[in-house]
Each structure stands twice: as structure tokens, then as C-alpha cells.
């Protein structure tokens, strides 16, 4: 019989889409206040292999990846969501619309998950109306997208940064950077 232990904590990142440069700031510095310091801060990526946000958001979009330094406990995810639900109101257009979309997820050795608000046959229910995205898993000495991983995630400069998260992430692991926020 196995034992249950608690997995070690995880790499915390967001995505970040945004139309306008200085909303983007803005919720970098929204972010830092909500989760601590932020250790990496990606380029921007072109955000075009969907029309999904245009609508709402405009066009052209760019993401950016932020992860930050304090690791994070795994089943946290579903706070986490919540509370960048909570920044993404607090900027919307007059109109409602979205004006940045965040969404939040974490890094640890076998894989990569977002959260998410959309229940589907991959992603198990975690609580409070969050479910789990598996995203990419770590085989061959590298992430590698599945069948149902979103396009951009898929890209392979998405896959390197992915791959660079999870290098200092196991230097925060060997580091004892174990101080979950």
C-alpha cells in the first residue's frame, strides 16, 4: 500500500494577454502585490493563432509569462484563479469587455497546468468552480504539448521558455526556496 505525501510545491506562472502596453504593467504590478515577486518576465508573443479574445479584447494581442519567486502549495490553484478572476474585473472596459485576460497555472517536475474556469473531458474538477488544464508533460528531456493543448503552447519558443521555467525551478527546489506563499 502506498503512502499519501504531500507533492512538493510548485513553480507558480500567468499568462498574460493584453492589447495595450500599459494595462500589461499594470498587471504585472497587480500581480506583485497579489503573489510576490515576479523571478522571470517573458517577451511578448503575438497572441494570433485564435481569433477567441479579438471580439472581446481587440486585436493585435500579445502574451507575456510571468513566473514569480515564492513557490507555491498545489492545492492553492483554485484561490489563485479566483483572485486573478478578481484583477481581470477590476480592469474591464466601461463596456464590460475584458481589456486582460490572466491566466494562471503552475510548473512542476512531470508537467505544466493552467486553471481554468471551462470544465471538458480533459481537465478534472479541482473545487470552487476551477478545474485543472493539463497542458504539457515533461518526457524526453522536454515539455511536449498533447492532443488538446492550446496552439500557442505548442509553439517551440513557447516549449523552450517552458523548459527554462522548469530549470529554475529545480534550482529553487534544490535551493530550498520552500517558502510557499
Known amino acids: ?14 499568462s498574460l494577454i493584453v492589447l495595450e502596453h500599459d494595462l500589461f504593467h499594470q498587471g504585472v504590478k497587480d500581480l506583485r502585490s ?3 515577486e515576479a523571478d522571470t518576465i517573458s517577451e511578448r508573443f503575438p497572441f494570433d493563432l485564435t481569433d477567441y479574445y479579438t471580439q472581446e479584447m481587440g486585436k493585435p494581442l500579445f502574451r507575456h509569462f510571468i513566473t514569480f519567486e515564492r513557490l507555491i502549495p498545489i492545492p492553492i490553484l483554485p484561490d489563485i ?5 478578481r484583477l481581470e474585473e477590476k480592469h474591464v472596459a466601461l463596456n464590460g469587455n475584458r481589456r486582460i485576460n490572466i491566466d494562471p497555472g503552475y510548473i512542476c517536475l512531470e508537467h505544466v497546468i493552467l486553471a481554468t474556469t ?3 473531458t480533459h481537465r478534472p474538477y479541482l473545487r470552487d468552480g476551477i478545474y485543472a488544464d493539463l ?6 528531456k522536454s515539455f511536449q504539448p498533447l492532443e488538446w493543448t492550446y496552439p500557442d ?12 521555467f522548469r530549470k529554475k525551478y529545480l534550482d529553487d527546489l534544490r535551493g530550498g526556496k520552500h517558502r510557499p506563499c
Open 1 to 14: 500500500m502506498g503512502k499519501p505525501k504531500e507533492p512538493e510545491p510548485a513553480k507558480l506562472f500567468m
Open 34 to 36: 497579489a503573489f510576490g
Open 81 to 85: 484563479k479566483q483572485a486573478t478572476n
Open 118 to 120: 471551462k470544465g471538458y
Open 135 to 140: 497542458t504539457l508533460i515533461y518526457r524526453n
Open 153 to 164: 503552447y505548442r509553439q517551440g519558443e513557447v516549449i523552450t521558455l517552458f523548459n527554462q
